[in-house]
């Protein structure tokens, strides 16, 4: 089955620590997103890539860092420097064309800094 | 001032009975999107439906209809015959600037409608 996926579906790190998010996606996809979503929010956007070695930052990328090696996937890396990091993150991907442009999303992986 | 409000945190329906989720949008591009998404509790986000800016007719998906008046910039959701596990999250969203080979790839998010269907 096409998909995204995500793992782990819970993670727990301690503070100072440097903390990598997997995405993998079988459908395809040129591009790829991550999204941080806070409690009785909305998703607000990490990072977007529109193709292999390529991305761009969104609207909350300080303390975030992703890179995109191979087209199936789109690692996150929340580093030391992001002051808030307890969140619920979300990875998505989409074809990259067209006004329409469904987003697919994966499970989502829970973060909590201890 | 935020590009997608939606004024209701929370919303009750009883079961078989419609439902409408309001979302209003600030744009000044001639070309946007508009999606809804459902969030379970589980945390996935559900594609619902789609209406683009040039689209004349309302956009349907089975029980689900999107309620477009352009002029009001509003995309209110309309669940018909809610079910029980109609019971979720709701989100409005907003893709600006994307037209036939357009680059804009963000979606702005509303904060989200929670949806409480009752036996």
């Known amino acids: 089955d096409g998909g995204i996926t995500q793992s782990p579906k819970y993670l727990f790190r301690k503070e100072g620590q440097n903390v990598t998010l997997s995405c993998e996606q079988n459908l395809n996809h040129d591009a790829m997103y991550w999204y941080r979503q806070d409690p009785g929010q909305g998703l607000r956007l990490i990072y977007y890539s529109q193709i292999v070695n390529d991305f761009q930052k969104g609207d909350i990328a300080e303390g975030y860092s992703v890179s995109r090696e191979k087209k199936e996937s789109f690692p996150l890396t929340v580093t030391s420097a992001q002051k808030n990091p307890t969140a619920f993150y979300l990875c998505a991907s989409s074809t990259g064309q067209g006004a329409f442009d469904e987003q697919f999303f994966g499970p989502g992986t829970r973060l909590t800094v201890l | ?119």
């Open chain 2, 1 to 119: 001032a935020q590009k997608i409000t939606q004024t209701q945190p929370g919303m009750f329906v009883q079961e078989k009975e419609a439902v409408t989720l309001d979302c209003t949008y600030d744009t000044s591009d001639q070309s946007y999107g508009l999606f809804w998404y459902k969030q379970p509790s589980s945390g996935e986000m559900i594609f619902l439906i789609y209406q683009g800016s040039y689209d004349e007719q309302n956009a349907t998906e089975g029980r689900y209809s999107l309620n477009f008046q352009k002029a009001r910039k509003s995309a209110n959701l309309v669940i018909s015959a809610s079910q029980l596990g109609d019971s979720a999250m709701y989100f409005c969203a907003m893709r600006e600037g994307r037209s036939s080979g357009g680059s804009n790839y963000k979606l702005t998010f509303g904060k989200g409608t929670l949806l409480t269907v009752n036996p």
